[in-house]
């Protein structure tokens, strides 16, 4: 059974930083492709960060993040992990981690490019 588990949302006030985690089980998923997304009420699903699998681990950010938030992954933990900082009102969203079953991440973040995905981590930032 394939699983993955986030933790590390929160509520922080605008200018402060979270890390969110990722921990994957039921397979390895060293070798795959990682991502996060994040829905805020009334919105669609938007891509976040991607992180290529394998020693690759090749990064790509939204431009809306760019700069502000840092996405890798412990292969040894099966955990990928989402560090952001200065964070922004606009940033408020349920953040899911997700999976796409290929060493490389299909580029464009769309949500149909990933396979499985966790349950979410509600991330509240307050001006």
């Known amino acids: 059974h394939v699983h993955l588990a986030e933790s590390g949302g929160g509520s922080v006030q605008a200018g402060g930083s979270l890390r969110l985690s990722c921990t994957a089980s039921?397979?390895?998923?060293?070798?795959?492709?990682m991502g996060w997304y994040r829905q805020a009420p009334g919105k669609e699903r938007e891509g976040v960060a991607t992180i290529d699998g394998d020693e690759e681990t090749r990064p790509s950010y939204a431009d809306s993040v760019k700069g502000r938030f840092t996405i890798s992954r412990d292969a040894a933990k099966n955990t990928v992990y989402l560090e952001m900082y200065t964070l922004k009102p606009e940033d408020t969203a349920m953040y899911y981690c997700?999976?796409?079953?290929?060493?490389?991440?299909?580029?464009?973040?769309?949500?149909?490019?990933?396979?499985?995905w966790g349950n979410g981590t509600l991330v509240t930032i307050s001006s």
């Open positions: 997700a999976a796409e079953f290929g060493l490389y991440c299909t580029p464009g973040f769309l949500a149909s490019n990933m396979d499985s």
């Open positions: 039921g397979y390895d998923y060293a070798s795959f492709c």
